[in-house]
């Protein structure tokens, strides 16, 4: 079965504009995480979903909010774009929410100039 | 506040040899264990996870030790061969696994021939 897709894979915005990133977990998993990797930092959690419903947040500004859809597709949103925020955006999926057995994707390369 | 760290950026291992990956945390809620592994351009891809009940578990060449008085964990991988180069991340959670994965920064592992 298809693995999780993360659209785009590269951005590159400008700072203050905003910007949605996708994903679309495997087929049957309703849970779906995401992190950011920056160098130095490994993965830091932004937040997670389960049915449709934000179960866990890290800590991350207000600038970064998320949702899921009820066909288990997530977007995460970052508005006011500061150079900081360029990263490895990681999206996963699980049957449903635990540690373990998460799936990732290949990641949207954001950079902000 | 950085509760699971790696503190070795880099590790450089000969073909064949032992590779030692080490891992500590400071959260005594942890109690499930896991090791990714990422190349580049990909998203990271589970390898092996341990529970606190725990203080070994093997799969094939991949071995994870948990010492929770120390709050260590480490992997063995033996022998080591040119496709584990990579960059491995630790990862911790609580309650067996069902709460958001916390990781480490990672460690660059190169295999040299």
């Known amino acids: 079965k298809a693995g999780v897709t993360q659209t785009p894979r590269y951005l590159i915005k400008t700072r203050g504009q905003q910007v949605t990133l996708s994903c679309s977990p495997i087929s049957g998993h309703r849970s779906v995480s995401w992190y950011q990797q920056t160098p130095g930092q490994g993965l830091q959690f932004l937040f997670e979903y389960f049915s449709e419903t934000q179960r866990n947040k890290g800590n991350f500004p207000g600038r970064f909010s998320g949702r899921q859809f009820s066909n288990s597709r997530s977007e995460m949103n970052v508005s006011t774009l500061e150079l900081g925020d360029s990263a490895l955006y990681l999206c996963?999926?699980?049957?449903?929410?635990?540690?373990?057995?998460?799936?990732f994707g290949s990641g949207t390369r954001l950079t902000v100039v | 506040d950085q509760q699971v760290k790696q503190n070795s950026p880099s590790l450089s291992v000969q073909e064949g040899r032992i590779s030692i990956l080490n891992c500590d945390y400071t959260n005594s809620m942890f109690d499930y264990f896991l090791w990714y592994k990422k190349y580049p351009a990909e998203g990271p891809t589970f390898l092996i996870s341990i529970s606190s009940i725990k203080d070994k578990n093997e799969d094939g060449r991949f071995t994870v030790f948990l010492n929770k008085s120390a709050k260590h964990l480490s992997l063995h991988i033996v022998p080591s061969q040119p496709g584990d180069s990579a960059v491995y991340f630790c990862?911790?959670?609580?309650?067996?696994?069902?709460?958001?994965?916390?990781f480490g920064q990672g460690t660059r592992l190169t295999i040299n021939p």
């Open positions: 996963a999926s699980s049957e449903r929410p635990t540690g373990g057995g998460y799936t």
């Open positions: 990862a911790a959670s609580g309650v067996q696994g069902a709460q958001k994965l916390v």
